[in-house]
């Protein structure tokens, strides 16, 4: 992909134009949650962070899911108060809850494998009937979202992530304390992640199984005896706290950003390393020789900036933006990625410049959300044939993935308007003027590649109606 000024945009698996390598299951106290729910007896929310600062955090009721996706009017730039988005994320999670109940069947699995798979999907069912909210409030995080959605077709190393997708399951119910009973894990992952406690547990080759009890209490059985974890005891360490000892590795890899989203120095998403871009080569964890407080600083303010000119955006990006994966320092270009799988995670360099930054965090965030959407209605009917000239791909692209750059670019115009306004000192720098005015050439002649060959659904009308009003609205200013 060509670098533009100092960007190069990062592509990802069905993301075509991925331009920027740029939930408690229990209830917690929320400023917008019914507050008889945060007393560990009601039912878990559909949707819950543990951040009191965005008015998107509240939690959905899980029938939101089950009612018909209302035309969204404003997905790629939300008006003041909406909803839309929380509304889009809570649908595409209820489509993953009866995917958890059938994930791995037809599977080819070794015996120890699917043994536990038979005992995780009778206590997915149990967990589902005692607690209607549960499971997608659990299917919320990245890691068990994006291992779903990855086994929704058989592949080589299936085993590899069904093994996976159990692990990470019980120990959010460890974790709660929401487990039936001890539940033995016969063919264990080789890592345990999560984002929510924070932790990374890297289990020995010769580990036979483990062990899942309530009050986070895990047991690994190894050929030469046990080793006990307490959860609790692993989250009372800091950030960056690592010790291996006899080949069992526990660490606290995430270091907090803004509101809810983390830095991630471990990844779980499978395809992390897969690549649709000519330019790039998959998205390994690199800190790029910088230090974890430059990251967090750097991406803490990129956020600030949002939310200072953008703030209902900002507060959709509390919702879906989970984790950051550091992937490199470039001081000339930037890389960015996303990945449909993945809702939730984000892959981006560092870059020196504030509105770089700020701008790759709204471009990946943009195909979180619209990946959200394309998870219940794919938008256009001709969305992958035939192909058409990106105005910022050098290879011929679908109208796919020219929808997810025009989606994406709107609203990083719309944050560079709003500095103008504002008369922010950003905004007087030399080069933002012209950054400005490219970005409303690249949405231009996107947005009409999309509007005079898009044949959408019900549902895709109004996203490309939207999008026929901003592109209205910056014709005008170029007028």
Known sequence: MAERDVRTRGGARNQGEGWFLASYFLPVPDAHADPHEDDGHAPAPFLLVASHRFAHNGAVPPALATRP???????????????????????????LVPELLGVGQGLALSPEARADLVVFQALVR?????????????????????????????RADSEAWVRELVGVFLLHLARASALPRAIRQKAPPRQLVSTT????????????????????????????????????????????????????????????????????????????????????????????????????????????????????????????????????????????????????????????????????????????????????DSVLENAFSPLYTSPVRPDPRPLHGVLLA????????????????????????????????????????GAEVVLGNGRPTRVGKAVLDEIQRWHDHYKKMDA
Request: hydrophobic fraction near 45%.
């Open 69 to 95: 996706l209302d035309p969204p009017a404003d997905l790629t730039i939300p008006a003041p108060g909406s909803e839309t988005a929380k509304g889009v994320l809570s649908r595409a999670l209820g489509r």
């Open 126 to 154: 149990e967990v589902a009937r005692k607690n209607v909210g549960a499971l997608p409030s659990v299917l919320r995080r990245t890691a068990m979202g994006t291992l779903v959605r990855c086994l929704r077709a058989p």
């Open 197 to 376: 406690a924070g932790i990374s547990i890297g289990l020995p080759e010769d580990t036979r199984a483990v062990v899942f009890e309530n009050e986070g209490k895990i047991v690994v059985e190894r050929a030469d005896g046990v080793k006990t974890l307490s959860l609790q005891a692993l989250e009372a360490a800091p950030p960056g706290y690592s010790e291996t000892r006899v080949g069992l590795t526990v660490s606290r890899p995430f270091f907090s950003i803004d509101g809810s989203t983390v830095l991630a120095l471990a990844d779980t998403n499978p395809l992390a390393m897969v690549e649709a871009h000519p330019d790039k080569e998959g998205n390994a964890i690199d800190l790029g020789g910088k230090d974890v407080s430059e990251w967090t600083r750097s991406l803490a303010d990129a956020l600030g900036l949002v939310q200072e000119h953008l703030p209902d955006l900002r507060g959709e990006i509390e919702l879906f933006v989970q984790q950051i994966v550091p992937v490199g320092y470039h001081a000339e270009k930037h890389l960015s990625a996303s990945y449909q799988e993945a809702i939730g995670t984000i892959y981006m360099s560092l870059h020196p410049s504030l509105m770089t930054m700020a701008e790759a965090v709204i471009h990946e965030f943009s195909h979180n959300k619209i990946n959200a959407l394309f998870e219940i």
């Open 406 to 445: 025009v989606h994406a670019f709107l609203p990083v115009a719309r944050l560079y308007e709003r500095m103008i306004e504002a008369g922010h000192p950003l905004a007087k720098a030399p080069g933002f003027s012209e950054r400005f005015a490219r970005i409303r050439q690249i949405n231009a002649e």
